[in-house]
């Protein structure tokens, strides 16, 4: 087993391992560059937070992080043909041909109405984080973007608020994150897992690692040199022979969702016949958890593995014991975003079942392989939200509430089309899911008809027939980025071309 020490957190940004949830002040700056020659001076001193543990950085007071775009980093000098190394998702970018209606960016969802990101010209070139402890940020913000980074960007400030504990419909949020394999403990070949687990290997979410499936995800593998000659990039470890511009790094997805907070508590209080303790369990069954995070599925004692000690009590079950949704609805959003089934459909358990399954006999529906195999589309979830709070009663009451509010959704993932864009797809905004047939997720779907006319603005809930949804999210804005390592970081600052 390897020792904590010996994964290279000192090289990866800090983020990717802490939540910073006790740095309850941010400002997430989207950056378009001015002049690539200050911005590559000022990044290559920029104090950026690492993931490594130490005594005095254990619980930092501050940290900064940055991603870029595609475009973001050919300004700085990247060469093509080193970016063109990157995945095609983050080549193309979020609202790229086909990809809007995939992720339901559609109707009044589509980037043309976006507030950013939603064109060429509006996309950001990087977006840079700042987390302060409470009363810390203003000092810290004057600290790192003084003249020069001023005259380096333009910068556009994208709202957060300090609640970091709960997202703007007022449930508990941040509860549910996969725990990462550092050491490599669990295998990652494509052995047939039985089992939910909550141990993802590293390479799931960090660039330059064995993925679930035991390979090492695409991302740029340079030559010595076009790392130059200070030979900053550490070397592959699927090819040593090439430099590894990904590794450490991670995709970044950013996408700015408003909520309608008196438009979600109206519709479940009038489904609801106006009555509190019904309100709440509707409620709580579009979410499948309490407001205070409960979950609607009983845990189970004793470990879900990888699931964290201090969440053990909010997050050790799985569906497998209510597969047509009786306690928690099929089509919940923690059931839609992580239906936590091991790699065969629940019903297949002994090794016969399991043979004829692996052989590829057995589906009862062609929906259940969009279920299996959660493992492969998971994601780190990072983002915060924004706008004033309110409470669900008034929010009931609210007359002409105009008022922003919504979650600035960021997640982590090693592959965006495979983690993010499939969940968004294939679970989220899909209007068949699981045996569903006309609804998508209850707190994000778009309502749109489906290509054949079909409605999405149902709700499958037992006991319940509640009147038609409407939109509750909106998507204001977007970008897919890349997190780089420190080094990468140092090459792009450093070493990489001149920039434009
Ligand atoms: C405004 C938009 C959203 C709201 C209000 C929202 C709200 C929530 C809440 C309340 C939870 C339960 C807390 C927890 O388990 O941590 C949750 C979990 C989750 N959400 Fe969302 N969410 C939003 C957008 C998204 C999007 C866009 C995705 C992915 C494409 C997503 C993926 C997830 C995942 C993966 C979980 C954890 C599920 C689990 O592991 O059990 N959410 N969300």
């Known amino acids: 087993m390897l020792d904590n020490t010996e994964f290279e957190f000192d090289d990866v940004q800090g983020i990717v391992h802490f939540a910073h949830a006790h740095m309850v002040e941010t400002?997430?700056?989207?950056?378009?560059?001015?002049?690539s020659a200050l911005a590559k001076k000022w990044l290559a001193q920029a104090p950026v937070t690492t993931a490594e543990k130490s005594p005095e950085t254990s619980r930092p007071e501050t940290a900064l992080q940055i991603a870029f775009t595609a475009a973001g980093l050919q300004k700085l000098g990247v060469k093509e043909t080193v970016i063109a190394g990157f995945s095609n998702e983050f080549l193309s970018g979020m609202t790229s041909a086909n990809r809007s209606r995939r992720l339901g960016d559609?109707?009044?969802?589509?980037p043309e109405y976006?507030?950013?990101g939603g064109s060429e010209e509006d996309i950001p070139d990087a977006l840079l984080m700042l987390y302060a402890v409470k009363n810390g940020l203003d000092a810290w913000k004057q600290q790192?973007?003084?003249q020069q980074f001023e005259q380096a960007f333009i910068q556009k400030f994208l709202p957060t608020?300090?609640?970091?504990?709960d997202e703007p419909f007022g449930f508990a949020d941040g509860i549910s994150q996969p725990a990462i394999d550092w050491h490599r403990e669990q295998s990652t070949d494509t052995h047939r897992r039985d089992q939910y687990s909550n141990l993802l290997a590293a390479g799931e979410i960090v660039l330059g690692y064995p993925n679930e499936y035991g390979y090492y995800t695409d991302r740029p593998l340079i030559t010595s040199a076009d790392d130059g000659p200070a030979d900053i990039l550490p070397g592959a470890e699927d090819n040593p022979r090439l430099k590894d511009l990904g590794r450490n790094g991670t995709y970044l997805v950013l996408r700015q969702l408003q909520q309608d907070v008196p438009g979600?508590?109206?519709y479940v209080d009038q489904a609801a016949d106006g009555d509190t303790k019904n309100r709440k369990k509707l409620a709580a069954a579009m979410v499948g958890r309490k407001r205070d995070g409960t979950s609607l599925m009983p845990t189970v004692k004793g470990d879900v593995a990888g699931t964290p000690e201090k969440h053990s009590k909010l997050n050790n079950f799985n569906y497998a014991a209510d597969p047509k949704g009786q306690v928690c609805p099929v089509g919940a959003h923690i059931r839609r975003s992580n239906p936590r089934t091991g790699d065969f459909p629940p019903d297949v358990a002994?090794?016969?079942s399991r043979l004829i399954r692996t052989l590829g006999f057995g589906r009862d529906s062609p929906t259940e392989d969009l279920v299996a195999s959660t493992r492969f589309h998971r994601m780190l979830r990072r983002g915060r939200p924004y706008g004033l709070r309110l409470k669900p009663a008034d929010a009931v009451a609210a007359i002409d509430d105009r008022d922003e509010r919504g979650l600035q959704f960021?997640?982590?993932c090693g592959n965006i089309s495979r983690q993010f864009e499939f969940v968004q797809n294939a679970w989220i905004v899909n209007g068949k899911f699981d045996g569903l047939q006309d609804e998508t997720d209850p707190l994000l779907g778009n309502r749109q008809p489906l290509m054949d006319g079909g409605p999405t603005d149902n709700f499958s809930i037992p006991q319940f027939s509640g009147p038609r949804m409407p939109q509750f999210v909106t998507v204001r804005g977007g970008a897919y980025f890349f997190l780089p390592g420190i080094r990468a970081l140092k090459y792009v600052a450093e070493s990489a071309g001149p920039g434009k």
Do not use: E, Q, S
């Open 106 to 110: 559609i109707g009044n969802n589509a």
């Open 410 to 412: 960021i997640c982590l």
């Open 144 to 146: 790192v973007t003084g």
């Open 264 to 266: 979600f508590w109206k």
């Open 350 to 352: 002994g090794p016969i």
């Open 161 to 165: 608020n300090t609640r970091v504990k």
């Open 114 to 116: 976006w507030d950013w």
């Open 27 to 35: 400002c997430f700056l989207l950056l378009k560059i001015r002049d």
